[in-house]
């Protein structure tokens, strides 16, 4: 039985305890607080990289790895044998599938840009990614303006850029949102023309190229055709590796030719037999790769990923951030325990009180509900306080980790698990406390009064 | 005292002391595996760079121009930098110790390389001139410095003609042991170099991994002339603020068709690369202190709770004839009991969770001394927090007895 009048009752009765309790409450609360605060902001971290910006691509989304060394070697690049990165070579190749319905091989740069707006100095803190057309439509940027560079730019390069409302803004001056297509860019001394200006894009963590940093605190801001990249003179930035020490990187163009990984591959394959048939075209690439003398090591083989999976092939989380969260856990353990001796404590103080209702007709159950109630309304303040003082636990995470500070905030669903968590946890702590208070013989204590 | 009676009246009412335990237990365990993590953060903020560190100041250049002799515009920018007021030395190299990027590979006793026997590490490779060495303040234990006309230069990542190499101690003492080095032959890319010198401590540029890893460094006699470079200036530690304050408007003013960005103090870059090591010191320094202020506090509060709820039989015992002194006492040996009980308990726990940090995230073991300090901490506490409400229950009147509430 525990009808609404009982439920305000109770409740009722529980913030009459609160109030004359100040010391002991506020003990509760505190430590309901302190547990919820650190174990969420932890939380809330972990949930913020562990996020997969793909979203409902995730799935048809596919990075593309090769076993494409030689030197009969067992294994080269992660543990697996299979190297992150690919060649130049095998990108260019895997280009000429048919089989993914989109799909680009890519690449970041630096570049210095130069700004139109006079005394503004040139940059070279924008990314630039190379990379083909698909690259738009496959990851989804929001075109503010213009349009991805004509298919044909994709085999007859032509100098024209994609760039951000960040780069629109330092180039031409304004708040990055005017229509500056047609207009030219600067690029280590190079023209290119605008085709289209896009939403910033920064998802985090950049699942696409996840070398150097899953969380890098520059964006890519540029993008200009993957067709260019011959006639490139600047330098990639991220990881250049290569297995073969006979190699010779003496120039960029040296480095097209070479046997080093440093680009990255990523296919667009909506459904099963698309999968399928990637994997089997893969397999025939590799052979075919074999037979002309390269990919000689003892495992060659192609292989493919969806997001979700290359996120955590590419262990994304850092260990740092997995300790904290299972100690973040462990301090909410100990908040409990001691909030279950202090509930204990403030019951059974009152024992005489429970006594006089168990005597004056309230069953057991009753004095439990009534308990309960207090630990919840108890548990609700601490998870409110809990919460707000996360949000300064995340303030602080920000301050602490630049490459996190775009992502540590609270969202609507870290605030439902830190309400359903307190309640929870508060719950828990509460039962014992209640069944030792509504165990107490009426009898005892109508005695000593 | 006799421990007997406070061992039987515990027993009676078990469900708080098993919580202070539990909670003592647990807090010891978190916070023993705190300090454990802490301190090694800690050594591995501290290991040394093999730099005159309050004498460095680093630059990364990036060419955005088209016509520029690299070469030329290298000259000009060292002959400006060696007239400024307390420069000792500038060079130019592809990367400087703790800066985070750079280049690496895989250093090899003997052929062939694709034999991981004869090649045990992969080594933080340097490449510069003959300035390097002394730019950077890197002591020299054996052997000697590249001659100017040993140094090779290209264009392009081009270490690929030298055949000298300096070895760090660590790399020199790892392969080769007791012999001496110098004179030796290694194999870096697949082509022989002479060892011909050993420098006693040069930090890799990354600061991730190992101590034995971060050590092994190596020196090649390489220039490479092309769109991006880093510039190493050393100068009297009280020239380098105003150096790192003009640094980019000298520059630009000599060439402006290039970025001159992340000029940075060696303490700059400490700063940058060892940030989330920083962080994760700040994090679980704050949950100690946390996790002990809420430790202290339930602590306090169970005991003054028990002390509330014996008001009578304190009473007694005071009219009985024992002194104020005997339920102070009495009061801070059941705790000490209790807590040290939840001490053993923590022992167990914290070994527990350096196990599992071991198994699971490759953590070091964890000293016993982080262990027993944790527990003589929480000891500590514990004893401090249920002083007060011990001292209360000592000031109890005997008269208390005598009433029925």
């Not at chain 1, 100098?159 to 951000?164: D, K, L, N, Q, T």
């Not at chain 1, 057991?364 to 003082?389: D, P, R």
């Not at chain 2, 009676?5 to 009676?12: A, D, E, H, K, Y």
């Amino acid at each position: 039985m525990f009808s609404h009048y009982m439920f305000a009752y109770y409740l009722k009765l529980g913030i009459k305890h609160i109030a004359e309790t100040p010391v002991l409450s506020l003990l509760i609360v505190t430590a309901i607080a302190l547990g919820i605060a650190v174990s969420m902001t932890m939380l809330s971290l972990y949930h913020a990289m562990a996020h997969n910006p793909a979203g409902d691509k995730s799935g048809q989304l596919f990075a593309v790895q090769l076993a494409a060394y030689g030197n009969d070697l067992e294994t080269w690049g992660e543990h697996d044998g299979l190297p992150l990165q690919l060649t130049h070579r095998d990108a260019m190749n895997l280009r000429d599938s048919e089989v993914p319905l989109r799909q680009s091989p890519m690449f970041r740069l630096g570049m210095t840009v130069e700004s139109r707006v006079a005394g503004t100095p040139p940059s070279a803190d924008f990314d630039v990614r190379v990379a083909d057309r698909d690259f738009f439509a496959m990851f989804g940027l929001d075109f503010l303006h213009g349009e991805p560079w004509r298919a044909e730019t994709d085999s007859d390069p032509a100098r024209v850029a994609v760039i951000s409302q960040r780069v629109n803004a330092r180039v031409f001056g304004g708040d990055g949102l005017a229509n500056n297509v047609g207009r030219t860019l600067l690029m280590n001394e190079t023209e290119f023309r605008v085709v289209g200006i896009v939403r910033d894009w920064h998802p985090l963590p950049r699942f696409y190229d996840l070398n150097t940093s899953a969380y890098p605190t520059t964006p890519d801001a540029i993008f200009i055709p993957y067709s260019l990249t011959p006639l490139l003179d600047s330098f990639p930035r991220g990881n250049i590796q290569g297995w073969n020490p006979e190699e010779h990187l003496n120039n960029f163009a040296h480095m097209l030719q070479a046997e080093v990984v440093w680009q990255q591959y990523w296919v667009e394959l909506p459904e099963a037999d698309s999968v399928t048939a990637y994997k089997n075209y893969l397999a025939a690439y590799v052979d075919q790769q074999r037979q002309l003398g390269r990919f000689q090591n003892q495992q060659p083989r192609g292989h493919i990923r969806d997001t979700q999976q290359w996120l955590n092939y590419n262990n994304v989380i850092e260990r740092d951030n997995r300790v904290m969260v299972g100690l973040s856990f462990m301090f909410l353990l100990v908040c409990l325990v001691n909030t279950v001796g202090l509930l204990l404590a403030r019951f059974l103080r009152r024992m005489h009180e429970a006594g006089v209702r168990r005597a004056l007709g309230a069953s057991k159950a009753q004095i439990f509900q009534q308990y309960i109630t207090e630990v919840v309304v108890l548990g609700a303040l601490g998870g409110l306080a809990g919460l707000v003082l996360s949000l300064g636990g995340l303030w602080s995470i920000r301050q602490l980790y630049e490459q996190y500070a775009p992502i540590a905030y609270l969202d609507t669903s870290m605030v439902a698990a830190a309400v359903a968590i307190s309640l929870l946890s508060s719950l828990l702590a509460g039962v014992y406390p209640a069944y030792r208070a509504c165990a107490a013989q009426p009898s005892l204590f109508l005695k000593a009064q | 005292m006799a421990i007997a009676p406070i061992v039987r009246s515990l027993l009676r009412s078990p469900a708080g002391a098993i919580l202070i335990t539990l909670q003592i237990a647990l807090t010891l365990a978190i916070v023993s595996n705190s300090m454990f993590i802490i301190q090694d953060r800690i050594t591995k903020m501290s290991r040394p760079s093999g730099m005159p560190e309050e004498q460095i100041l680093a630059a990364r250049i990036l060419y955005f121009g088209k016509n520029i002799d690299y070469a030329a515009q290298a000259d000009r920018d060292l002959q400006f930098l060696l007239r400024q007021p307390g420069v000792i030395n500038a060079t130019q190299t592809n990367s400087v110790p703790l800066g985070g990027s750079g280049s690496s590979s895989s250093l090899c006793r003997a052929q062939p390389s694709n034999d991981p026997d004869n090649c045990p590490y992969t080594v933080g490779v340097y490449m510069g001139g003959r300035h390097l060495l002394d730019t950077l303040g890197l002591k020299l234990v054996a052997g000697r410095n590249f001659l100017p006309e040993e140094v090779t230069v290209s264009d392009f990542t081009g270490a690929r003609a030298a055949r000298l190499i300096i070895l760090s101690q660590a790399v020199a003492d790892s392969y080769f042991a007791d012999q001496n080095a110098i004179g030796k032959t290694v194999y870096l890319g697949g082509r022989a170099h002479t060892v011909i010198g050993i420098v006693e401590r040069m930090q890799s540029p990354w600061v991730a991994g190992s101590e034995e890893q971060a050590a092994m460094t190596a020196l090649l006699p390489a220039i490479s002339h092309g769109f991006w470079t880093h510039l190493v200036i050393r100068a009297e530690a009280d020239s380098i603020a105003t150096l790192q304050r003009d640094l980019e408007r000298d520059l630009l003013q000599l060439n402006d068709r290039r970025v001159v960005n992340r000029i940075e103090t060696i303490d700059d870059m400490r700063q940058r690369v060892y940030a989330n090591d920083r962080a994760v010191l700040i994090i679980l320094l704050s949950v100690i202190v946390l996790l002990v202020l809420i430790t202290a506090l339930g602590t306090g509060g169970l005991v003054s709770f028990s002390v509330a709820r014996r008001q009578k039989q304190i009473g007694t015992r005071r009219a009985l004839g024992a002194r104020k002194i005997d339920i102070l006492g009495h009061f801070l040996l059941e705790n000490g009991l209790i807590s040290g009980a939840g001490a053993a308990l923590g022992c167990a726990l914290a070994i527990a969770l350096n196990q599992y940090l071991m198994n699971t995230y490759e953590l070091p073991r964890i000293g016993v001394e982080y262990i027993a300090a944790a527990a003589l901490l929480l000891l500590l506490i514990g004893q401090s927090a249920s002083y007060f409400p011990a001292l209360r229950a000592s000031g109890v009147s005997p008269a208390v007895a005598t009433r029925t509430v």
